[in-house]
Nanobody, 118 residues
Framework: QVRLSESGGEEVQAGGSLRLSCALSGDTGGTKAWFRQAPGKSREGIARISSGRTAYVDSLKGRFTISEKENTVYLQMNDLEPDDSGTYYC?????????????????WGQGTQVTVTS
C-alpha cells in the first residue's frame, strides 16, 4: 500500500512561482509523476522522475522542475500562467506504456489546487 499527500497549492498571480510537495509512505522507491487537471479537462501527466532521471511534457519544459528527496517529490513551478490553474496530483507505481496517461499509474494523492490569476 502506498499513500501520497500533496500540498503547496494556492492562489498566485501570473508570473509567480509555487513549489508543490508530495509526501509518500509505503513503497516509495518507484517512478513518480505529477499530473494536473484543469476544469473541464482530463487529467494529464506533466512531469515524471525515476532514479533521478526526469521527463516533461514539451509545453512545460523550462518552467517546471520535478525533483525528489527522501520520501517527498516536488514540483517547482515558475513563471506561472492562468492556464496552469487546476488540481495537481502526484502518482506512483507506473504500469508501463505512456507515462502521460493517468491509466498507467496505480496510486494517487488527493490533489492540491493551484489558481493563477491574471
Amino acid at each position: 500500500q502506498v499513500r501520497l499527500s500533496e500540498s503547496g497549492g494556492e492562489e498566485v498571480q501570473a508570473g509567480g512561482s509555487l513549489r508543490l510537495s508530495c509526501a509518500l509512505s509505503g513503497d516509495t522507491g518507484g517512478t513518480k509523476a505529477w499530473f494536473r487537471q484543469a476544469p473541464g479537462k482530463s487529467r494529464e501527466g506533466i512531469a515524471r522522475i525515476s532514479s533521478g532521471r526526469t521527463a516533461y511534457v514539451d509545453s512545460l519544459k523550462g518552467r517546471f522542475t520535478i525533483s525528489e528527496k527522501e520520501n517527498t517529490v516536488y514540483l517547482q513551478m515558475n513563471d506561472l500562467e492562468p492556464d496552469d490553474s487546476g488540481t495537481y496530483y502526484c502518482a506512483t507505481i507506473f504500469r508501463g506504456g505512456d507515462w502521460r496517461l493517468d491509466s498507467r499509474w496505480t496510486y494517487w494523492g488527493q490533489g492540491t489546487q493551484v489558481t493563477v490569476t491574471s
